[in-house]
């Protein structure tokens, strides 16, 4: 799974990296990018990126998906979104089927138990960015994320039995634009987590106060 995650690259780096992708260019940033932040949490803003016909476009949203039918953003936040029921779960599954967007990381956190402490560890591609598979939604009147996860892959099952579902550039398209046949058939451990390495982390990333660059590497 995915509760806390990084994103440092911001500004026209970030909006460079985006107008790389499939179908992307142009991008737009009506909201601007946020600062770099080095313990995003739930409930956080985050940037949402939105495909539409000519081009894709970044918007902040509320990692915390809130269904269109909810009045209020009320109840434990639905920051991760199982792969194996998204389809047909009532929270979900309309998003699935007409929202789908992506998150973009520069890396997550993920803990494992280390004795008598849990050890947090920073884990980042080897190269560029992460496109984590995302839905969206308008309930409460405001825009809202979340995240999908599935099985993990071999290479990350030691650090935890999740992992969020990372897009290669070539699925983008496949899952954004799609059928919810053709979305359905990504709903599998990510091929993007390949690319994967990771390091031990400060424990101090345990508290969501703390957000600085030193977090993503143990002292």
């Known amino acids: 799974m995915c509760g806390r995650f990084v994103l440092f690259t911001t500004g026209q780096d970030l909006l460079d990296e985006v107008a790389g992708l499939p179908t992307a260019a142009p991008v737009s940033a009506p909201d601007g990018t946020p600062p770099p932040r080095y313990n995003i949490a739930p409930t956080n803003q985050v940037p949402l990126i939105r495909f539409h016909d000519s081009g894709s476009q970044i918007d902040a949203a509320r990692w915390g998906l809130v269904p269109h039918w909810k009045t209020k953003d009320s109840g434990p936040p639905l920051f991760n979104a199982r792969g194996e029921t998204v389809a047909e779960k009532p929270s979900f599954r309309d998003a699935f089927s007409k929202r789908r967007g992506l998150m973009v990381l520069d890396g997550y956190y993920e803990w494992k138990q280390e004795g008598s402490h849990k050890q947090p560890f920073y884990v980042t591609p080897k190269h560029g960015l992460l496109y984590a598979a995302a839905l969206w939604d308008l309930g409460a009147e405001r825009l809202s994320t979340t995240m999908v996860t599935t099985e993990a892959t071999e290479n990350m099952a030691w650090l ?44 101090e990333v345990g508290n969501v106060k703390n957000d600085y660059p030193e977090l993503i590497s143990a002292n």
Not at 181 to 189: D, N, R, W
Request: hydrophobic fraction near 45%; avoid cysteine.
């Open 160 to 203: 935890h039995h999740r992992l969020p579902l990372f897009l290669l550039p070539r699925e983008i398209e496949q899952w954004v634009n799609g059928t919810r046949e053709a979305a359905q058939e990504l709903l599998s451990p990510s091929r993007a987590a390949a690319d994967l390495t990771w390091r031990q982390a400060a424990r």
